[in-house]
């Protein structure tokens, strides 16, 4: 069966002022896999993402979102497709001055006419499927940093939605709390059916999650393609890459 | 997410619940927008005596369907059961089960009388906290005196630009409006008596003594008593407070006591302009609309200001400067939380100093009268 695109990207060009961060970027990312984005730093992996997400405005080219283009001057079809969007944050980002629930609460309540009884009770399945139900009523500085990770994965998978991007999910935590999140990354792709798109250096996380890689170097893509491709593709940075686990 | 035909078009079947016997039929999709109108629906049909629930009709399931259906088994029908349930549907319905993820019980809301209660009993922390800073503060202040060490070279001058230099603009407008004022109030009811000299002296007792320092006081406790909290709390948060303790570096010696410096050395010169602009204000009402010649209002002022009132409009000022610095302090270094803590404790500090600043006011103003 030949893979359905949902993010089908042409042209891609985002430039800083003098610096061009993406220069002519073409990539598609398929239904039902988990694509691992990769790079060094200033290789342009978030500026991809934010690209793609219409938080960057790019200089050319055009973004293509479940077939549709992504068209950030209507405002009403951004937010439908954005509703079926989740974004995990690099740093959570959840809302500080409540709950954990309440946080998760929120896309529910703002999106959905369903009933505070049924949203509490999604939310508590959300929360427990990260982990989670315990700490519903703490407040986000209360939890620590992988605990707030997972509060904020719960948050961007409240909608369920069909496809979720996810910012350096396992930067700054511990190797067992990050294979954690990594089996529940999968647990999302297999009974979900979710499309997962990560930003990440984690070598071990790599070999648990990615279907495919998209290898960034210099706002350019080296490889694309599967990771045992990449073991031996040619490319001296790549293969280097998965050899010692470093950029150079 | 389970769905037979996803972004299709609008699939032919309507979303809709109904009953035949004891068994309840749900149709079409079964997700987070349909919901409300299923529910509805449901309601009508106000089904009672309800055994099985059939969803073999439904083409797609997501959390929120499955969140829905474990509500009606739940509470609506309680031992009622699924039938015709499709792997996929068993998949989503396994998924997101509600069954093992129990949440613990809500923090109840203490009532008014323990609120009262544990703020009575926390007072006497406060109270502690408050003087071992205060102690602390004095200690390495006449420390500092004799001895630089501990504390950032040059950092009392920059504290007495940010907080004094940089203030004189505002604290010169507004004591001179706040003469003006004063002395407009005070002449029309004095005229009445032919009394208008009296106004130099109205004017030059009231800004010495009160209007003076009170005034310069508020307006650096809104302007550097916040900027005090701010800044001491966001270091908290960053654990650059932390940081500095590790380092050997005493906190309150390195960022808290140059702040106190400087305001000390700030305000009585602030509260001098500030008496200055507002005997001036009085002076420009008293010549230009009471027809005073600017000698006699001149010499009148001169005539009935003594040491004393200087005395007590300075010695304010340094106790007012104190307060300021302390309670921006004290709230800076209680911050609890991230971002939104910071600034809950920067609001608190300047509500909590201009209060000290006007109620130690009152106390001065009785101290002096006896």
């Known amino acids: 069966m030949k893979p359905v695109p949902v993010i089908e990207i042409k042209g891609l060009v985002t430039r800083f002022g003098e610096r061009t961060i993406l220069d002519n ?34 200089q050319a080219g055009e973004v293509k979102l479940f077939g549709q283009e992504f068209d950030l001057e209507n405002e009403v079809a951004v937010n439908t497709t954005l509703q079926r969007i989740g974004v995990l944050f690099q740093n959570g980002a959840l809302l500080n001055s409540i709950s954990v629930l309440e946080n998760l609460a929120i896309p529910l309540e703002q999106h959905t006419k369903l009933n505070p009884a049924l949203i509490q009770r999604i939310g508590r399945v959300k929360l427990g499927m990260v982990g989670l139900a315990h700490a519903a009523h703490q407040l986000p500085s209360e939890l620590s940093g992988g605990m707030r990770k997972r509060a904020a994965l719960a948050r961007s998978i409240a909608l369920d939605p069909e496809l979720l991007f996810c910012d350096e999910p396992s930067a700054g935590l511990d190797p067992i709390t990050s294979a954690a999140l990594d089996e529940l990354i999968l647990t999302l792709r297999d009974q979900l059916q979710m499309s997962i798109v990560v930003v990440t250096h984690e070598l071990a996380s790599i070999h648990r999650i990615a279907d495919r890689i998209v290898f960034l170097d210099e706002g350019k893509i080296l490889f694309h393609g599967s990771v045992p491709e990449a073991k031996k593709c040619g490319l001296e940075v790549v293969e280097n890459f998965f050899k010692v686990g470093t950029f150079s | 997410m389970i769905a037979e035909e996803k972004n ?36 009508k049909i106000a089904s009672r005596d309800v055994e099985s629930i059939d969803i073999a009709g439904v083409t797609q399931l997501d959390s929120a369907g499955v969140g829905f259906l474990d509500q009606l088994l739940e509470d609506q029908f309680h031992g009622a059961s699924l039938i015709h349930v499709s792997d996929k549907q068993q998949q989503a319905l396994d998924a997101f089960s509600s069954k093992d993820h129990q949440l613990p019980p809500a923090h109840r809301d203490p009532g008014i009388f323990e609120k009262i209660g544990e703020s009575v009993y926390h007072l006497r922390h406060t109270i502690s906290e408050l003087v071992m800073l205060i102690s602390e503060i004095t200690f390495w202040s006449a420390v500092g005196v004799f001895n630089s060490n501990g504390r950032r070279k040059g950092s009392v001058f920059q504290q007495i630009l940010l907080i004094g230099s940089n203030a004189v603009g505002i604290i010169a407008l507004l004591s001179f409006v706040l003469g003006l004022i004063l002395a407009l109030q005070s002449a029309a009811q004095l005229r009445q008596f032919g009394a208008s000299i009296y106004v130099a002296d109205l004017i030059a007792i009231s ?61 009585p010169l602030l509260v001098t302009l500030s008496m200055v602009l507002g005997i001036f204000g009085g002076f420009i009402i008293g010549v230009s609309y009471l027809d005073l010649t600017p000698v006699s209002y001149f010499n009148e002022t001169l005539s009935i ?66």
């Open chain 1, 25 to 58: 970027v073409d990539l598609d990312f398929y239904q039902n896999e988990v694509t691992v984005i990769l790079g060094g730093s200033g290789s342009g992996k978030t500026t991809l993402l934010k690209s793609i997400l219409g938080l960057v405005t790019p």
């Open chain 2, 207 to 267: 800004m010495v003594r009160e209007m003076g320092p009170m005034m310069t006081a508020i307006i650096i406790a809104g302007r550097s008593g916040s900027s005090f909290a701010a800044e001491i709390s966001s270091m908290k948060v960053s654990e650059e407070i932390d940081a500095l303790r590790m380092m050997a570096i005493n906190p309150i010696r390195y960022i808290v006591v140059p702040k106190f410096l400087a305001i000390t050395i700030s305000m």
């Open chain 2, 305 to 370: 200001l003594t040491l004393e009132d200087l005395m007590v409009g300075f010695s304010k000022s340094v106790f007012f400067a104190g307060v300021i610095v302390v309670i921006g302090s004290y709230f800076g270094f209680r911050v609890e939380g991230g971002a939104e803590g910071v600034g809950r404790v920067t609001t608190s500090a300047v509500v909590a100093s201009i209060f000290a600043v006007i109620f130690l006011d009152a106390i001065f103003s009785l101290i002096y009268m006896v």
């Open chain 2, 8 to 43: 299709g078009p609008v699939h032919p079947v309507i979303d809709q619940i109904r009953q035949e016997a004891a068994c309840l039929f749900i149709e079409g999709r079964l997700t987070h927008d349909t919901i409300p109108g299923i529910a509805k629906q449901l309601k």
